[in-house]
Structure formats: C-alpha cells, structure tokens
C-alpha cells in the first residue's frame, strides 16, 4: 500500500501488542492486587510492574531518538544535494522536528516547503506533513 500522511504512523505488532499489551495487563492486575490487599508481596509487584513498563517506554523512545537522529543526518545530506546554494547556509536553523516532517516531501517539493518552515509558516511535523503534496513513502522506520 501506498504510504501517505493518513496511514504513515507505524503499529510494530511485536513490540506494541506483544510488550506493551501484556505490560499493560501485568499494571493493571498489580495495581488491582495492592487494592484488594496491601501486602509486601503486592507492593513489589506493582513496583516491577511499574518498572516493566517505563522501561518497555524508554527502550521505545530510545529507538525513536536514534531515528530521528538518523533523519536528521539523511535529510541534511539530502538538502545539500537539492537546494539551492543561497538557501545552504538556513539548513543548520531547521529543527529535527523540521527535519522529520520535510523527509516525506519529493525532492523537487523540499525548495518551496524549506522557505514556508523557516518563516514559521509550517512550525510542527504534523503541519510540515500535511503540506506535502508528492509524499515519499518511509518504509523502514522503527
């Protein structure tokens, strides 16, 4: 399928439904547990519980900052090879947040969209997203 701004967002079934879901169940049940009896035994396991899932999230999180890290390099590359050289020197003040959302634009749509992003025009990702017309598909996203 085609990918566009509506359907973009990426599900990963292992980690959302076969970490998160069980995790999230696991916080639930502790929680129940220290509610129907306050034991040392249920206390410890809503603490794991707790534990379990801040660290599934901050694995989750991790993955996503090296991405964009990675986006940020890819898209400066890229800018360098299809702007113009008077618009080279306002690469270094687009955001990674610009730099995400500017990664679905075509390349022959990146120097009209560059300029509106640096005005302030389009400030977040989701508006920078939203304005692109030739959307480039991003397939191997974590």
């Given at each position: 399928?085609?990918?566009?701004?509506?359907?973009?967002?990426?599900?990963?079934?292992?980690?959302h439904?076969?970490?998160?879901?069980?995790?999230?169940?696991?916080?639930?049940?502790?929680?129940?547990?220290?509610?129907?009896?306050?034991?040392?035994?249920?206390?410890?396991?809503?603490?794991?519980?707790?534990t379990?899932?801040?660290?599934?999230l901050?694995?989750?999180?991790?993955?996503?900052?090296?991405q964009?890290?990675?986006?940020?390099?890819?898209?400066r590359?890229?800018?360098?090879?299809?702007?113009?050289?008077?618009?080279?020197?306002?690469?270094?003040?687009?955001?990674?947040?610009?730099?995400?959302?500017l990664?679905?634009?075509?390349?022959?749509?990146l120097?009209?969209?560059?300029?509106?992003?640096?005005?302030?025009?389009?400030?977040?990702?989701?508006?920078?997203?939203?304005?692109?017309?030739?959307?480039?598909?991003?397939?191997?996203?974590?």
């Amino acid at each position: 399928m085609a990918q566009d701004y509506k359907n973009h967002t990426r599900l990963v079934p292992m980690f959302h439904g076969g970490v998160l879901v069980p995790l999230l169940a696991n916080l639930v049940w502790a929680g129940y547990r220290v509610t129907v009896g306050l034991t040392t035994d249920s206390v410890m396991g809503l603490v794991m519980a707790v534990t379990l899932m801040l660290l599934a999230l901050s694995v989750r999180r991790m993955a996503l900052t090296v991405q964009d890290r990675l986006i940020r390099l890819e898209m400066r590359l890229r800018l360098r090879e299809v702007l113009p050289g008077t618009m080279q020197a306002d690469v270094p003040r687009l955001t990674v947040d610009h730099l995400v959302g500017l990664r679905f634009a075509s390349d022959a749509e990146l120097p009209a969209l560059v300029p509106e992003v640096l005005a302030g025009t389009l400030s977040s990702r989701k508006a920078i997203k939203m304005k692109i017309r030739d959307w480039q598909g991003d397939y191997l996203r974590a």
